[in-house]
């Protein structure tokens, strides 16, 4: 089992979100509505693992198999769409950090619902913070099992969105 590392904030992570998103928006075109900065590594000051999590939001559910060609011709590692909810998986890894890339379309209800939590977490640093001290923790006790820490994590996100839509 791989460990799992959970790192304070690097201020490096924005300039690697702008490299990868610059890189995707070239390949993909016209197919992209939007690319959005996801995840811990979205969240100034946040502890987060080394990944930079990037939503694609393609223009429109049909616009979905081209551009998923066009990621796949690009070498980034396909990994289809694990969590059944519309976000097809793409990683790719640097030297000390890698990408994971969701590809969705445009009213996929996830992606909305990460960025309530990402903007929820910005505006709300005691929040953040929480955050950080379950990963940790969870990281810790996890002794690289991935779904206790994943899981571990659900209640408190799901609690994060209801806020965030409580204020919307």
Not at 74 to 99: K, L, S, Y
Request: hydrophobic share 40%; with cysteine.
């Amino acid at each position: 089992m791989r460990a799992i590392k959970v790192v304070d904030y690097d201020p490096s992570w924005p300039l690697l979100f702008a490299k990868i998103s610059a890189e995707v928006s070239v390949l993909l075109g016209d197919l992209v509505l939007s690319i959005d900065h996801i995840g811990s590594t979205s969240v100034p000051g946040l502890a987060a693992k080394p990944k930079i999590d990037l939503d694609v939001v393609a223009i429109s559910d049909e616009a979905l198999p081209p551009a998923i060609e066009l990621a796949r011709a690009a070498h980034f590692i396909f990994h289809g769409d694990p969590h059944g909810d519309g976000r097809w998986v793409f990683t790719r890894n640097r030297e000390c950090h890698g990408f994971r890339l969701y590809l969705c379309g445009p009213d996929n209800r996830a992606h909305q619902e990460r960025i309530l939590f990402r903007d929820y977490l910005r505006a709300h640093p005691d929040r953040a913070k929480a955050y950080a001290d379950l990963k940790r923790r969870l990281a810790a006790e996890a002794d690289g099992d991935w779904d206790f820490y994943t899981g571990g994590k659900s209640a408190f996100v799901n609690e994060t969105v209801g806020l965030a839509t409580l204020r919307r």
